[in-house]
């Protein structure tokens, strides 16, 4: 049974950088094909798509946050983190991480439950 577990901190000060990790058990973080992705939700909104990163190390970023976020990972420890720098209250959200299998639709297969994550001084 695949399960991915986000932590890090609920509360980020304006301008400072988000850091979140997931952590993955009962599969490997280099599975071929695989990739592991950070999705978030601003409340009242849809899903928002940040960014992944896939079996070999390539990343992969919203062209709208791609100069704010960097994903990496850990293979020693089976997890991948995500930085987004320079927040503001509107990157309030529940950010989750989430398996993608490109084989499946929809392609991500196994998620984190999420964590909340506010912006405010």
């Known amino acids: 049974q695949v399960q991915l577990l986000e932590s890090g901190p609920g509360l980020v000060k304006p301008s400072q950088t988000l850091s979140l990790t997931c952590t993955i058990s009962?599969?490997?973080?280099?599975?071929?094909?695989?990739?592991w992705g950070w999705i978030r939700q601003p409340p009242g909104k849809g899903l928002e798509w940040m960014g992944l990163?896939?079996?070999?190390?390539?990343?992969y970023y919203s062209p709208s946050l791609k100069s704010r976020t960097s994903i990496s990972w850990d293979t020693s420890k089976n997890h991948f983190s995500l930085q987004l720098s320079s927040v503001t209250p509107e990157d309030t959200a529940v950010y989750y991480c989430?398996?993608?299998?490109?084989?499946?639709?929809?392609?991500?297969?196994?998620w984190g439950q999420g964590t909340q994550v506010t912006v405010s001084s």
């Open positions: 009962g599969a490997s973080i280099t599975a071929t094909y695989y990739a």
């Open positions: 990163i896939n079996y070999d190390g390539n990343t």
């Open positions: 989430a398996r993608s299998d490109p084989a499946r639709v929809p392609e991500y297969d196994y």
